[in-house]
């Protein structure tokens, strides 16, 4: 019994191996892509845009905010693990000034609760104050999207905690895109979003300018 017991749990332990190592490479291709953008010396000191599709979508944010020092290191798809676990890369490689981050949409669409988010959340902005104690921290909370909208509650509990976490911290900002993409018919307008009722937008991308401008200058 005891020797299926230890056999079982190596067998556990290969399986989480792995997994580990597979979940790694989902997101290598897109990784390897901000390698061969960032050259021999990547930019240091400047504004970093990251997150899920909705920065990587972001066609010219530097431009946008006339910043040359403006870097766009989105990957679509991505959760706040996904931040967390390719944190060097991504995050800690550019030692950024400010950080704007967009994250837990997707986390809310595969079923995690808006407390998970937020425990995420909480782990992501304790690693970037551990390694970048002077860093601006910037989250812009989670949009209203019409393809979404089921899960408003629960997007609305993350935003407030996530607001209320942020509140408390010095060098850090909660960034509402939240309320002004609500119209007055108590939904998202859809002049916000592309076809797929997920995605942005130009027009959506100017509301988001004029609300981030103030944390960038």
């Known amino acids: 019994m005891k020797i299926q017991k230890n056999i079982f749990i190596l067998l556990l332990f290969i399986s989480i191996n792995t997994f580990a190592q597979e979940y790694q490479k989902i ?22 845009f990251t997150g899920s599709s909705s920065i990587r979508m972001w066609k010219d944010p530097a431009k946008d905010f006339n910043n040359p020092k403006i870097l766009n290191r989105g990957f679509g798809g991505s959760q706040i693990i996904d931040l967390i676990e390719n944190f060097d890369k991504v995050i800690l490689k550019y030692h950024p000034q400010k950080i704007v981050i967009y ?34 921290v910037y989250y812009i909370a989670i949009k209203p999207s019409l393809n979404r909208w089921a899960k408003v509650t ?64």
């Open 103 to 136: 994250s837990g949409d997707n986390d809310i669409e595969e079923g995690k609760s808006a407390e998970i988010v937020f425990g995420d959340f909480c782990v992501l902005y304790g690693m970037i104050k551990a390694k970048l104690p002077n860093v601006e």
């Open 154 to 217: 629960e997007i609305k509990k993350a935003n407030t905690m996530i607001n209320e976490y942020l509140n408390a911290k010095s060098n850090a900002a909660f960034v509402d895109i939240f309320s002004p993409m609500i119209d007055f018919t108590g939904k998202p307008s859809e002049k916000w979003f592309m076809e797929d009722g997920l995605h942005m937008t130009d027009e959506g991308y100017q509301l988001w300018i004029k609300i981030l401008a103030p944390y960038i200058k």
């Open 27 to 48: 997101w290598q291709t897109e990784i390897d892509s901000f390698d061969k953008l960032n050259g021999a010396n990547p930019l240091q000191d400047g504004i970093l």
